[in-house]
T-cell receptor, first 115, second 108 residues
Framework: DTGVSQDPRHKITKRGQNVTFRCDPISEHNRLYWYRQTLGQGPEFLTY????????KSRLLSDRFSAERPKGSFSTLEIQRTEQGDSAMYLC?????????????FGPGTRLTVL | GEDVEQSLFLSVREGDSSVINCTYTDSSSTYLYWYKQEPGAGLQLLTY?????DMKQDQRLTVLLNKKDKHLSLRIADTQTGDSAIYFC????????FGAGTRLAVHP
């Protein structure tokens, strides 16, 4: 257990529905990242925050995806009008304010299944 | 763009050494990492190497870095069944760039 928590751990939804995931990073970490991992692949970067500011978004993050970190603590990732291709593991990671090695601490992930 | 490539499968006998190889394209990585992922568990940093180092040893783990060829390897000595997992070669400076992962299977 790295100290990063994600909720829910599993989500099954029907195509077209909206879903929202939550990530709680380690409390003193000011940078927070979202990644997506599909079956048989490594995680792919989606977006990251420094405190409450969203500093970079991948082109993988279509208009249906939105991420927030309103108070610089927890973050949410919302997917609107889900598609079957959104089925994946969504991973959150955080990093300290002054990292020694840029090690990212990963949460257990939220597995999304879109039917 | 940035890319990390690694072999997908490796099968070894318990007690033997395992060597997982990786090539990368991003030269800006200050560190290169090996992450481990076990079924039902999150990603865990296994070890890392600073980009100006050639080798790092950490107990049963040895990381070799050839910057000229952009080649990274992870050697696990005396491989145990508990080492069975997916191993990711990872580069990148801020956002991490993962390879597809090498599935290590350890058999008796």
């Amino acid at each position: 257990d790295t100290g990063v928590s994600q909720d829910p751990r599993h989500k099954i939804t029907k195509r077209g529905q909206n879903v929202t995931f939550r990530c709680d990073p380690i409390s003193e970490h000011n940078r927070l990242y979202w990644y997506r991992q599909t079956l048989g692949q490594g995680p792919e970067f989606l977006t990251y925050f420094q405190n409450e500011a969203q500093l970079e978004k991948s082109r993988l993050l279509s208009d249906r995806f939105s991420a927030e970190r309103p108070k610089g603590s927890f973050s949410t990732l919302e997917i609107q009008r889900t598609e079957q291709g959104d089925s994946a593991m969504y991973l959150c990671a955080s990093i300290p304010t002054e990292p020694l090695t840029n090690e990212q601490f990963f949460g257990p992930g939220t597995r999304l299944t879109v039917l | 763009g940035e890319d990390v490539e690694q072999s997908l499968f490796l099968s070894v006998r318990e007690g033997d050494s395992s060597v997982i190889n990786c090539t990368y394209t991003d030269s800006s990585s200050t560190y290169l990492y090996w992450y481990k992922q076990e079924p039902g568990a999150g990603l865990q940093l296994l070890t890392y190497i600073f980009s100006n180092m050639d080798m790092k040893q950490d107990q049963r783990l040895t990381v070799l870095l050839n910057k000229k060829d952009k080649h990274l390897s992870l050697r696990i000595a005396d491989t145990q069944t508990g080492d069975s997992a997916i191993y990711f070669c990872v580069g990148g400076y801020n956002k991490l760039i993962f390879g597809a992962g090498t599935r290590l299977a350890v058999h008796p």
